[in-house]
């Protein structure tokens, strides 16, 4: 019988290789994107195009308003993404982290996944390239594991838990090529912090430095769309 699995699908990079990456392992995939009050709604525009292309069973998009209290740049119209050198700060958690999103997120999917029949989650969390957002670290993810096999029904039903991070050690590079080897269609997603209504990017914010080095580094062409050259 085939395995069913909620994954989280933003419409960025990541979460489209996650998508590849459950339907090479042979799950039925359940795509779940959130409308969280995000500068730009291009993103979900992408999450459908790839949910279609990556075949999942069933894509929903949720209506979650984290702008109610702000806190990010991506959230709160009165801060702004960095861009250029002020992009790339290391040593602190940027401003483009959204409080506590990656935990309500989590938490949302486990609640469709125990009315599916699921115990698996997909999250396309990352150490090497995002470091600095708390709620992408291995440590998380392993306590939130632990966390909702307490407090749902499946552990008592017997089941288990399994919150899939497989781009977890991989560089944007690795993740670029594991991509592009299960048929992956980067052209289709959009990255950007800031994007534009047409899902152009701005090329100059971390996320769309960290895309474009990756593609580089990689070998392989950037199908990004900018809305400048870049």
């Not at 969280?36 to 195009?49: K, N, T």
């Not at 702000?70 to 002020?86: M, R, W």
């Not at 949302?108 to 125990?114: G, M, P, S, T």
Request: glycine share 10%; aromatic share 8%; proline share 3%.
């Amino acid at each position: 019988m085939t395995k069913k699995a909620v994954i989280l699908l933003s419409g960025g990079l990541d979460s489209a290789t996650c998508l590849a990456v459950a339907k090479r392992d042979g799950f039925d995939s359940y795509a779940l994107s959130f409308f969280y009050g995000q500068r730009h709604d291009s993103e979900l525009d992408a999450a459908r195009r790839v949910a279609q292309a990556g075949g999942a069973r069933e894509h929903r998009i949720f209506d979650l308003g984290l702008s109610a209290w702000g806190g990010s740049a991506l959230t709160d119209e009165a801060l702004a993404v960095p861009k250029g050198a002020s992009a790339d700060a290391e040593g602190i958690i940027p401003i483009t982290y959204v409080p506590a999103r990656n935990l309500v997120f989590l938490s949302l999917a486990a609640a469709w996944a125990e009315t599916l029949g699921a115990h698996d989650i997909f999250i396309g969390v990352n150490s090497v390239d995002y470091s600095g957002y708390p709620d992408c670290r291995p440590e998380f993810i392993d306590a939130f594991r632990r966390t909702v096999t307490l407090g749902t029904r499946t552990a008592d039903d017997g089941g288990e838990w399994e919150i899939h991070t497989p781009l977890q050690h991989l560089g944007k590079a690795e993740i670029i090529r594991l991509g592009v080897s299960l048929g992956v269609d980067y052209s289709l997603t959009v990255s950007c912090y800031d994007a534009d209504r047409e899902g152009r990017a701005c090329g100059d914010c971390a996320s769309c430095h960290l895309r474009r080095e990756g593609f580089r580094a990689a070998g392989i062409p950037d199908p990004t769309r900018y809305a400048a050259r870049h």
